[in-house]
């Protein structure tokens, strides 16, 4: 990242409003002459649904209530 290359990121839960958000910076940057790359991070997870499984039951055993597919 850089002055010249800045990186914008926007995060949020589903339906938090994330892709208004993004397209309004989509908007600006086309006025402003600058070529955006866009990269959509919805499904990017640590975990397939199996090892989620998985891990979740391991971490709940120890008495973690606070695990999510996040980390």
């Not at 309004?24 to 991070?41: K, R, S, T």
Request: net charge positive; hydrophobic share 30%.
């Amino acid at each position: 990242m850089s002055k010249k290359h800045p990186v914008i990121a926007i995060t949020g839960s589903s339906g938090a409003g994330t892709s208004t958000v993004k397209n309004a910076f989509n908007h600006i940057f086309l006025n402003v002459g600058a070529n955006p790359v866009i990269i959509e991070g919805d499904s990017y997870h640590r975990y397939d649904r199996d090892e989620m499984k998985r891990v979740m039951e391991k971490k709940e055993r120890i008495g973690n209530k606070y695990f999510s597919h996040f980390g």
